[in-house]
């Protein structure tokens, strides 16, 4: 399915994320590339409150109010941690509240800092916010060749592919190992069940 949305803090109406550059610019957000993007519902593509909310819906505008549990979780206290200054010192960093940080590949904010010690968040920074999201539901993807071209892309920037009697033929600049190979034809099987068969060779 092509969608288009656009994400609220419920509480405060600011928009956190969208597809929409109208939206994007009104709100102030970075420039980038908006458009339209394609989800295949069921696969963890996005919020599992959109995901459910989207079963069995058709082309339309929504609007879905999300609970914490439906988009990033609840607070969870055990990652509010209590630091040594030591462990910013060690990376020459000055902690200061609200400041992100990233320790040991974790990412928080701090929230305090105070005797030496630094108190960081690491839970999401929308943990515990009750969402809205704007859904518009543009079309339903019917092609094979185009669903197959969507679904490479979260695996591959270049390549090319076509479908033909059921088998899906792909073909890529560079080579990949043949474990993940097998893994990606499984899945292109798994989503595209009128695919029969994948060939996933090196481009010519």
Do not use: W
């Not at 550059?21 to 959109?50: N, P, T």
């Amino acid at each position: 399915m092509a969608i288009d949305y656009t994400g609220r803090i419920k509480e405060t109406g600011m928009v956190f994320d969208t597809t929409v550059a109208e939206v994007a610019r009104s709100s102030g957000m970075d420039e980038g590339q908006y458009g339209e993007v394609v989800v295949c519902i069921g696969e963890g593509q996005m919020l599992k409150g959109i995901e459910k909310e989207l079963v069995g819906k058709t082309v339309g505008k929504y609007h879905f109010d999300l609970s914490p549990e439906d988009g990033f979780g609840k607070k969870n206290p055990k990652l509010l941690q209590l630091l040594s200054g030591a462990r910013f010192r060690e990376q020459q960093i000055v902690p200061a509240p609200g400041m992100q940080v990233n320790i040991d590949g974790m990412y928080g904010i701090v929230k305090a800092v105070s005797g030496g010690r630094v108190i960081v968040d690491f839970n999401h920074p929308l943990a515990g916010k009750e969402l809205q999201y704007d859904v518009e539901a543009k079309r339903v993807i019917l092609d094979s060749k185009e669903k197959l071209d969507y679904l490479l892309r979260f695996f591959f920037k270049d390549f090319s592919a076509s479908v033909s009697d059921g088998v899906a033929s792909v073909e890529l600049k560079g080579g990949i190992p043949e474990q993940l190979k097998e893994k990606i034809a499984q899945d292109i099987k798994r989503l595209l069940p009128e695919i029969k068969d994948v060939e996933i060779k090196p481009a010519q």
